[in-house]
């Protein structure tokens, strides 16, 4: 069983950094797409980056150049770092995971939502200010 904690979310400036983890327990790289998803009030969930089981990363559009996701050596935390943080990123942060590789995930609109993802943290709040 995969059981997620997001932390590391709170207010910055524009501009600004923050570091998100996931702590995972029941988690293995080999058989786990992990990705990160944000909501914001009144709007759908949208995905933002993913880790598959061989470690290839993959971020939305809307991020890319900003956002990195990772995991440590004991595959056991992940990260989302978020530099560059602007007003339009402000939304509850959540971590999920699949039970196979993200490979298997075809179709487009199902993956951007994380209909295919099965375990679910509780969220960690990220406010970026102007």
């Known amino acids: 069983q995969v059981q997620l904690q997001e932390s590391g979310g709170g207010s910055v400036q524009s501009g600004g950094s923050l570091r998100l983890s996931c702590s995972a327990s029941?988690?293995?790289?080999?058989?786990?797409?992990m990705g990160w998803f944000r909501q914001a009030p009144g709007r759908e969930r949208e995905w933002v980056a993913t880790i598959d089981t061989d470690g290839t990363t993959n971020v939305a559009y809307s991020v890319k150049g900003r956002f990195t996701v990772s995991r440590d050596n004991a595959e056991n935390t992940l990260y989302l770092q978020m530099n560059s943080l602007q007003p339009e990123d402000t939304s509850m942060y959540y971590c999920a995971a699949a039970d196979y590789s993200c490979i298997y995930m075809l179709d487009a609109l199902a993956f951007m939502r994380g209909r295919y993802f099965i375990y679910w943290g509780q969220g960690t709040q990220v406010t970026v200010s102007s």
């Open positions: 029941g988690y293995s790289s080999s058989r786990h797409c």
